[in-house]
């Protein structure tokens, strides 16, 4: 089930946390967390957001980020997009190597 929408304005501050699917593990490796780490580093240009702290954790994360632009609904996808790209697409590869 989906959440409910966030309330979204100008210089916000939103303490965001996502997890894994049946809090089974998004990041599976050192890479996995770098990788990451470039997303959100591009988001933040991208949006001119301000991550103002981070924690990975194995099978889920939390963001303390600020939104100077109040464009949080663009920066989420941005970044929780990219990261289930790449897994899925490791994934595949994982599965044809089988």
Avoid: W
Wanted: glycine share 4%; hydrophobic share 35%; with cysteine.
């Amino acid at each position: 089930m989906a959440r409910s929408l966030r309330i979204s304005f100008e210089g916000a501050f939103y303490h965001v946390t996502s997890h894994g699917n049946e809090r089974k593990p998004v990041f599976k490796s050192k890479r996995d967390r770098e990788k990451f780490l470039e997303y959100l580093e591009s988001a933040t240009e991208r949006y001119t957001a301000v991550v103002h702290a981070f924690c990975l954790m194995d099978n889920h994360y939390h963001l303390l980020i600020e939104t100077p632009a109040g464009n949080l609904p663009q920066i989420m996808p941005h970044i929780n997009g990219a990261h289930a790209s790449r897994r899925t697409k490791k994934k595949i590869e994982e599965d044809r190597n089988l």
